[in-house]
Antibody, heavy 116, light 111 residues
Framework: QMHLQESGPRLVKPSETLALTCTVSGASISSDDWTWVRQPPGKGLEYIATAFMTGAIDYNPSLKSRVTVSLDESKSHFSLQLTSVTAADTAVYYC??????????WGQGTLVTVSS | QSALTQPASMSGSPGQSITISCTGTYSDVGAHNYVSWYQQHPGKVPKLIIFDVNNRPSGVSNRFSGSKSGNTASLTISGLQAEDEADYYCASYIIRPPSWVFGGGTKLTVL
């Protein structure tokens, strides 16, 4: 049974960098493509980026300049960095498997609050 | 990259059928068949219920079906049940630049 666990600081100060790690267990991270999706409290879903096993990365154009995603196969980690955060970046961040043109397996998500 | 347009809320009675629309443009929904739908119960994680416009993942009830016409995709739920009360989101691939976009979400109430 695959399990995705997001981890990282729950509170980030404005203008600083949000950094999250998704640990993948029960599956090979190198065999699939992986996506970050976020959801501000009480609001809808927002696509952030997908890292493909080919090495390619797709981004939300509105976030691309601030986003870095990477895969670490040795640790089964999928990571997200979002720079220069503001209160608008407060959200639940989900690590998601992308397969067959659908986001088919979601982590439980982690709430990150941007506040001083 | 604008969110796809969905009705903010819909309601239906048990046993009825309901159709949720998802309107995009020629650059996303209208450009291909890479549209998916997600169900999210309060406080829960989203669940994939439709991919590639009208395909159901294994284990998803056949009461859920999808379709597309032009720039608008639709999710139909037949035989509404109380457990169908949830938020529903559509998503579409965007070809250039390659990306995905979600709809704003539809809150479905089963009366």
């Amino acid at each position: 049974q695959m399990h995705l666990q997001e981890s990282g600081p729950r509170l980030v100060k404005p203008s600083e960098t949000l950094a999250l790690t998704c640990t993948v267990s029960g599956a090979s991270i190198s065999s699939d493509d992986w996506t970050w999706v976020r959801q501000p409290p009480g609001k809808g879903l927002e696509y952030i980026a997908t890292a493909f096993m080919t090495g390619a990365i797709d981004y939300n154009p509105s976030l691309k300049s601030r986003v870095t995603v990477s895969l670490d196969e040795s640790k089964s980690h999928f990571s997200l960095q979002l720079t220069s955060v503001t209160a608008a970046d407060t959200a639940v961040y989900y690590c998601v498997r992308y397969r067959q043109r659908g986001f088919d397996y979601w982590g439980q998500g982690t709430l990150v609050t941007v506040s001083s | 990259q604008s969110a796809l347009t969905q009705p903010a809320s819909m309601s239906g009675s048990p046993g009825q059928s309901i159709t949720i629309s998802c309107t995009g443009t020629y650059s996303d929904v209208g450009a291909h068949n890479y549209v998916s739908w997600y169900q999210q119960h309060p406080g829960k994680v989203p669940k994939l219920i439709i991919f590639d416009v009208n395909n159901r993942p294994s284990g998803v009830s056949n009461r859920f079906s999808g379709s597309k016409s032009g720039n608008t995709a639709s999710l139909t739920i037949s035989g509404l049940q109380a457990e169908d009360e949830a938020d529903y989101y559509c998503a579409s691939y965007i070809i250039r630049p390659p990306s995905w976009v979600f709809g704003g979400g539809t809150k479905l109430t089963v009366l």
